[in-house]
């Protein structure tokens, strides 16, 4: 089932706030970013992504909560890239660095929505083709965004396109908390990942990596989140705590647990990496959708990608894309509860 409501206004343009269900799991989506605002079991009715309490407070998404990232997931360092011998300036919009699209990023903008009304496998699709070149890029992209709801999973693809070869790393920014309390360290997590991206002094990913082993980046079997960062590291002194890519090995599977009411989500992604932030900067700076201000740690962001400052970086994934071949990306999230 699928319904559509105006909720919003944005210099004229009406931003619609769309609610699918299959029967087993809910969505709602705003048509401004392809922005999730809820994620929930039919039957156990809480929402498990972290929204804003006003509506409003999306119009400037400073949080970037459930929105979708482009043109750039996360830092590029010095907002600079190298294309063909020609070195590109982006916006800078976090101290030095140009941060999930700059000013003008996907998440900014209102989206045309359409939608197949499947009992089943219900869809929806939203598009729209952005110039970001005021901001620096060398091209527009279109952008096709789809959820679509299957059993107890929401498959999300992301897709660009764009008019001429440009970078491109997209994920969706949803944040999580599974249970009641307004902390996550007590959530379970299991990360398939041996390393994670060494982040520099000013927060962008670098070449180094950090082997995970026996440190507090080491989630490769299920474990409190509490537990694991009192081992604490070095880097934590820039991040406060975890807000770092995690490299995935070849499961590419990120489990997390709440084990007071049992409920679990399980995402695996085709994308490098999952970058795992754990809201260590929320102090206290809005109203989350339970009418509590939003505490440090109480949501935790699970960003599946490609490394984020990878156009700078000696990383595997492709970094430039075109229209013959484009941006390509899909995320599994199966949302479940243990009796």
């Known amino acids: 089932m699928i319904t559509i409501n105006e909720v919003l206004k944005q210099k004229k343009e009406v931003i619609s706030e769309v609610t699918m269900s299959n029967g087993f799991i809910e969505i709602k989506a705003l048509t401004l970013g392809a922005t999730i605002t809820s994620f929930r079991l039919v039957n156990h009715g809480e929402n498990i992504v972290c929204s804003y309490q006003d509506k409003e407070q999306y119009l400037n998404n400073s949080y970037y909560l459930g929105s979708t990232i482009g043109p750039l997931a996360g830092r590029t360092k010095n907002g600079q890239f190298e294309m063909d011998g020609k070195v590109y300036q982006l916006d800078i919009n976090d101290k030095t660095n140009h941060l999930h699209g700059g000013k003008t990023g996907l998440h900014t903008v209102n989206m045309d929505v359409y939608y197949e009304d499947d009992d089943r496998f219900p869809s ?190 000696d990383f595997k994934a492709e970094k430039f894309y075109t229209k013959e071949e484009p941006f390509d990306m899909t995320s599994h999230y199966t949302l479940s509860t243990k009796k």
């Open 124 to 313: 929806l699709v939203f598009a729209k083709e952005v110039d970001h070149t005021a901001g620096g890029y060398p091209s527009k992209i279109k952008y096709i965004v789809t959820y679509k709801l299957a059993g107890y999973t929401l498959i999300v693809n992301h897709k660009a396109f764009p008019q001429s070869k440009t970078p491109i790393n997209m994920t969706t920014h949803m944040y999580f908390n599974l249970g009641n309390s307004d902390t996550i360290l007590d959530h379970l997590l299991a990360v398939d990942a041996y390393e994670v991206v060494k982040l520099d002094d000013t927060n962008c990913p670098s070449n180094e990596k950090i082997n995970t082993v026996n440190t507090a980046f080491d989630f490769r079997v299920p474990n409190t989140i509490r537990k694991i960062v009192k081992r604490n590291h070095p880097q934590f002194e820039l991040t406060r705590l975890i807000d770092h890519p995690f490299i995935l090995t070849d499961k590419h599977s990120i489990t997390l647990f709440e084990p007071t009411n049992k409920q679990s989500l399980n995402i695996k992604s085709t994308g490098e990496v999952a970058v795992i932030y754990t809201a260590n900067f929320f102090d206290e700076g809005f109203v989350n959708e339970k009418g509590q201000k939003a505490k440090n740690y109480s949501a935790i962001a699970i960003e599946p990608s490609n490394v984020p400052n990878g156009v700078n970086l």
